[in-house]
């Protein structure tokens, strides 16, 4: 399991002792009622929500990095796999907020993240980005006979983002709350495709190789036919959500699962509203948007989770 960066009641361990001792109160490992009303009132006291739940603001307060508690210099003991390619200062929002969202995107481009980070490092348009980037395939590459140069990106878990920190990423929902609050992963992917004769391209008109088509039964979002999110890209989304779930708390069950298989791609009110907290596609928050696009072997990672 990794280690927690959030606590609250109920919790126990070695995290819940050190909290206790950082607090001034007997440290026995147990996150119950004297902790939670310990915890509220130095939240009162330093000026924050006094909600009880021990989060990043909590504990910049107490001037404590958790993950460098549970660090060691063992590189197999963390998650070694996320490389780190920041995106520069004054291209994030660097405010410290807790997470309740994780939301997935495509970004309808190459299969190179760094290029992907670098373009939103020299655009035009502020502070957006996602806090990760998946790198993927080549859309011209045939997937049963591929070189080790097309598979240098594929499946590669670039953070872009510290994730105490956010870049806008969502567009005009209805909670600017959800935006500042809510982790985000971009998978490289071309996106949807156009069919001309019995071929099919990208909008930046790149031929897309048959065995990386998509072809749904039903139209989504105003077309059947998408790139392909890759074997290693799917795998390095289950991992990370699982990452970023234990480390923030939050319910890995939570929204796309929770509204089953047949639905969890639709624009909900409820989440445009930022009411559905846990996992989300763009597409649950936008009606204009297709990522991410309804690819079977994703719906059913989000369903095992």
């Given at each position: 399991?990794?280690k927690r960066l959030?606590?609250k009641?109920?919790y126990?361990?070695d995290?819940?002792a050190?909290l206790q001792t950082?607090?001034?109160i007997k440290?026995?490992?147990?996150?119950?009622?004297?902790?939670?009303?310990r915890?509220?009132?130095?939240?009162?006291?330093?000026?924050l929500?006094?909600?009880g739940i021990?989060?990043?603001?909590?504990?910049?307060?107490?001037?404590f990095n958790?993950?460098e508690?549970?660090?060691?210099?063992?590189?197999?003991s963390?998650?070694?796999?996320?490389?780190q390619?920041r995106?520069?200062?004054?291209?994030?929002?660097?405010?410290?907020?807790?997470?309740?969202y994780?939301?997935i995107h495509?970004?309808?481009?190459?299969?190179?993240?760094?290029k992907c980070?670098d373009?939103?490092a020299?655009d035009?348009?502020g502070?957006v980005?996602?806090?990760y980037?998946?790198g993927?395939?080549?859309?011209?590459?045939?997937?049963d006979?591929?070189?080790?140069?097309?598979?240098?990106?594929d499946?590669r878990?670039?953070?872009?983002?510290?994730d105490?920190?956010w870049?806008y990423h969502?567009g005009?929902?209805?909670?600017s709350?959800?935006t500042n609050?809510?982790?985000s992963?971009?998978?490289?992917?071309?996106?949807?495709?156009k069919k001309k004769?019995?071929?099919?391209?990208?909008?930046?008109?790149?031929?897309?190789?048959p065995?990386?088509?998509?072809?749904?039964?039903?139209?989504?979002r105003g077309?059947k036919?998408?790139?392909?999110y890759?074997?290693?890209?799917?795998?390095?989304l289950?991992a990370?959500?699982?990452?970023?779930?234990d480390?923030h708390?939050?319910?890995?069950k939570?929204?796309?699962?929770?509204?089953?298989a047949?639905?969890m791609?639709?624009?909900k009110?409820?989440?445009?509203r930022g009411?559905?907290t846990g996992?989300?596609s763009?597409?649950?928050?936008?009606?204009?948007?297709?990522d991410?696009?309804?690819?079977?072997?994703?719906t059913?990672?989000?369903?095992s989770?």
């Open positions: 399991m990794e959030v606590l009641t109920g126990r361990g995290d819940v050190l950082l607090l001034k440290a026995d490992g147990i996150f119950g009622v004297k902790t939670r009303e915890v509220v009132e130095f939240q009162k006291m330093n000026g929500r006094p909600d021990v989060g990043p603001l909590t504990w910049e307060k107490l001037e958790p993950e508690f549970w660090a060691d210099t063992d590189t197999t963390s998650a070694s796999w996320i490389e390619y995106l520069p200062e004054g291209e994030y929002v660097k405010k410290k907020t807790s997470k309740k994780i939301f495509h970004t309808a481009g190459r299969h190179n993240p760094f980070i373009h939103w020299k035009q348009r502070r980005g996602t806090n980037v998946i993927g395939l080549p859309s011209t590459a045939n997937v006979d591929l070189s080790s140069a097309q598979k240098k990106y499946g878990v670039i953070q872009a983002i510290d105490r920190y870049g969502l005009p929902t209805g909670s709350f959800m609050h809510s982790l992963i971009e998978i490289c992917s071309a996106g949807a495709l004769g019995d071929k099919y391209y990208t909008w930046y008109n790149e031929e897309v190789h065995s990386q088509v998509e072809i749904l039964p039903t139209e989504f077309t036919y998408y790139h392909k890759s074997e290693a890209q799917l795998e390095s289950e990370l959500l699982r990452h970023l779930c480390k708390d939050i319910n890995i939570s929204g796309m699962q929770k509204m089953g047949a639905d791609y639709h624009f009110g409820a989440a445009w009411e559905i996992i989300l763009h597409t649950n928050v936008r009606k204009d948007k297709s991410v696009f309804p690819q079977p072997e994703l059913k990672l989000i369903m989770l």
